[in-house]
T-cell receptor, first 112, second 113 residues
Framework: DAKTTQPTSMDCAEGRAANLPCNHS???????VYWYRQIHSQGPQYIIH???NNETNEMASLIITEDRKSSTLILPHATLRDTAVYYC?????????????FGKGTHLIIQP | NAGVMQNPRHLVRRRGQEARLRCSPM?????VYWYRQLPEEGLKFMVY????????ESGMPKERFSAEFPKEGPSILRIQQVVRGDSAAYFC???????????FGPGTRLLVL
């Protein structure tokens, strides 16, 4: 079972910032938060990941709360091509099994 | 720098036939993962391989499914005696090492008639 909780769907206007929340209240100290997205019929695309500090790359920003029990993925200027299912994944870095556990994700719909 | 490559992109098989799905990892990656996405469902981890070794096959069905990652060549996911319930998208991912970021290929869509 996924260790994260995300809203089923969200809408965002084109050009606005899209803020996607994720709860991971049972996260442990050595677990990273990863974000992927899947545009219809394509393979999942890696977006960003972090441990405790906020992270930013060319695609998005990741804000992790101080207690690490939740995080927010921010797409600063959403476009129609950002319409996708976004998956928040908690990943153990302590060795052993390395398969990712995908939940149901958030279906983000960018409105023109 | 080419990404993860999978072929074929689409595969049609009749019940009872064998399906072979291939995955070439990104350059410099020696770890391969296979996932399955059934229609209208999420991705499920199947198996994790390094060169010539299966590390974790906890998500693989016990029968008819096998995977390999030989010293030379692509990783192969093999499904024997396919049934209609095997119809799904099969995605491969690769990484440089354990707990490194996984990058996904475009998938193979298997349709069993």
């Amino acid at each position: 079972d996924a260790k994260t909780t995300q809203p089923t769907s969200m809408d965002c206007a084109e050009g606005r910032a899209a803020n996607l929340p994720c709860n991971h209240s049972t996260i442990s100290g050595n677990e990273y938060v990863y974000w992927y997205r899947q545009i219809h019929s394509q393979g999942p695309q890696y977006i960003i990941h972090g441990l405790k500090n906020n992270e930013t790359n060319e695609m998005a920003s990741l804000i992790i709360t101080e207690d690490r029990k939740s995080s927010t993925l921010i797409l600063p200027h959403a476009t129609l091509r950002d319409t996708a299912v976004y998956y928040c994944i908690v990943r153990d870095t302590g060795g052993g099994a390395d398969g990712l556990t995908f939940g149901k994700g958030t279906h983000l719909i960018i409105q023109p | 720098n080419a990404g993860v490559m999978q072929n074929p992109r689409h595969l049609v098989r009749r019940r009872g036939q064998e399906a072979r799905l291939r995955c070439s990892p990104m350059k410099g990656h020696s770890h391969v993962y296979w996932y399955r996405q059934l229609p209208e469902e999420g991705l499920k981890f199947m198996v994790y391989l390094q060169k010539e070794n299966i590390i974790d096959e906890s998500g693989m069905p016990k029968e008819r499914f096998s995977a390999e990652f030989p010293k030379e060549g692509p990783s192969i996911l093999r499904i024997q005696q396919v049934v209609r319930g095997d119809s799904a998208a099969y995605f491969c991912a690769s990484s440089r090492g354990t707990q490194e970021t996984q990058y996904f290929g475009p998938g193979t869509r298997l349709l069993v008639l």
